[in-house]
């Protein structure tokens, strides 16, 4: 099958439903958890809107819009390698430089929810990538790799945050999908990429320090991961163009065969 053959296959899909678009972000609102950071840290301010006008100002009655304020890192977020220190001098590392080919690409999905759904402090480890590899075939190339945890359905921010307890990978799992996988980046449920405890790791944060450091992605607090089958699903990623940006909240799209 040739491009242009993949592609009006697509067209034809999406206009069938055969191929199902599927959201992964979550809205955001002022009721958006933030992650909280030790009170030596700077905080991240939440979302806030304000009206610019609304169908009222004068001589403007018949329109809408508002000013929006937040963190670079807010709600369903991407974050760029730019983000750490170890990513800071790459080419290419912020959200107006990467290449735009990076940020659409196959989707692996390894279900930890059970796990975590007992153990908060649940973590992803190179074990559990070769039982799914055994299960679902070699992790390509390119593919950003999504660790479910069934974490989005948590409805407060207090179970959501949860005193940074919350799961996600390990370092040497990381290391793994670097160097052995070469995966586009690596994205989770939870409010950042790192599980809440992984400042006291062997390698502090891995997700940020390691994927950063060999200029790969991260997605945070995604949502329906449920809905992705473990492989065959294609994500696409991209977040505001901001100058410089570390990160910006996106909307990510699934596409789904059915
Ligand atoms: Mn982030």
Redesign the pocket.
Known sequence: MNSAQVLSGLAAGLASGGIEVVDLSVTLSPETPV?RLPDIFAQSPGVSFEAISEYDAPGAGTWYWRTIRMG??TGT???APV?WTTGKDHAANATDTIAPQRLVGPACVIDKSAEAAINPDTLLTVEDVHAWEAQHGRIPAGAWVLMRTDWSKRDSAEDFLNDSHTPGPDSAVMRFLIEQRDVQGFGVETV??DAGQAGGFDVPFPC?TLMHGANKF?L?SLANLDRLPPTGAIIVAAPLKLKNG??SPLRVIALVPR
């Open positions: 992650i670079e890192h977020h991407f974050d983000h950042g990429t940020h991260g945070a570390s990160g």
